[in-house]
């Protein structure tokens, strides 16, 4: 695919064009693609970098192609939404010439938009936060996901915090899974109450991690495996092996790292769905 204006630069701060954004997308679209395949997306453009206006863009433009698959998702209030969903590096490619730098995907597919297969807790640190902190967090969620009998992935964001995942069986609905996504959060949050919170204002957090559930409420995402980070330093949201994480920066790969870390390994979540678990039986475990 022809890309138009290839050397527009994109990350000024670190010297990346619109084209090495569309080179590192080709580069992962072999790991990235199956994270997106059959969900709603959210764009995060900026066709003139990321000192210039970007925004989130939910629902196609009329520009798009015909061989960009868009589906009709349900609104709560009634009527339906345009998606696009991306099902190939093909589109991968043109949604990054198109000035996307991230890519938010729904915890649920186009074909079973009520029946999430994936939970995720977000990690929200304030300014100053230790990364040892996080990490300390992180493996906190870990063990009360394992004690709801939940198999834990954790994920570098490229931003501030981590997410912890846990891939789900598809049969609960919407309201359980957030439900039991507050019911961990609190109860990770009682275990050290003057460092973590799950108070929804800000002027309550304080100086407190705050633990995030909103994410699994409908039509909400969360930032996909691989996708770059619209911010100094280009970081990419990697997907981790536990055993990674003790060195683990949440903006630790940059563009050129992550594609050398996908030159010499699998991807960690290459294998999610087999450890899908019920959430209506996790939820009963904790209540």
Same mark, same amino acid.
């Given at each position: 695919m022809k890309i138009s204006h290839a050397d527009k630069v994109y990350y000024p701060g670190d010297g990346l064009t619109k084209g090495d954004v569309v080179e590192y997308y080709r580069a992962v679209a072999d790991v990235m693609v199956p994270h997106l395949r059959g969900r709603p997306l959210t764009l995060r453009r900026y066709p003139d970098g990321i000192e210039g206006q970007g925004w989130f863009q939910k629902h196609p433009g009329e520009h798009f192609p015909d061989s960009i698959r868009v589906e009709s998702v349900p609104r709560r209030d009634g009527g339906t939404d345009d998606y696009v969903v991306c099902e190939d590096a093909e589109t991968l490619e043109y949604l990054a010439g198109q000035g996307t730098l991230?890519?938010?995907v729904? !915890?649920?597919? =186009? @074909? +079973? %938009? &009520?029946? %999430? /297969?994936? !939970? =995720?807790l977000d990690l929200d640190p304030p300014d100053g936060t230790p990364v040892a902190e996080l990490r300390a967090v992180a493996r906190r969620i870990r063990d009360h996901y394992e004690k709801a009998g939940l198999t834990p992935f954790v994920q570098a964001t490229g931003g501030r915090g981590f997410h912890v995942l846990a891939p789900l /069986? +598809?049969? @609960? /609905?919407? &309201?359980? #899974? $957030?439900? $039991?996504s507050r019911v961990l959060a609190d109860n990770v949050a009682a275990d050290d109450p003057d460092r973590l919170t799950t108070a929804q204002r800000k002027d309550k957090r304080g100086d407190r991690i705050f633990l995030d559930a909103n994410r699994n409420g409908y039509a909400q995402t969360f #930032? +996909? %495996?691989y996708s770059l980070r619209a911010r100094p330093g280009a970081a990419a949201a990697t997907p981790l092996d536990w055993r990674e994480l003790g060195k683990a920066d949440p903006a630790g790969w940059s563009l050129a790292k992550e594609k050398q870390r996908l030159a010499r390994k699998d991807d960690p979540w290459r294998d999610l769905d087999a450890h899908a678990a019920s959430a209506a039986t996790a939820l009963k475990r904790l209540i």
């Open positions: 991230e890519f938010h729904w !915890l649920s597919t =186009v @074909a +079973a %938009p &009520e029946r %999430p /297969d994936r !939970l =995720v /069986d +598809a049969k @609960a /609905d919407t &309201e359980t #899974v $957030l439900e $039991l #930032v +996909a %495996p």
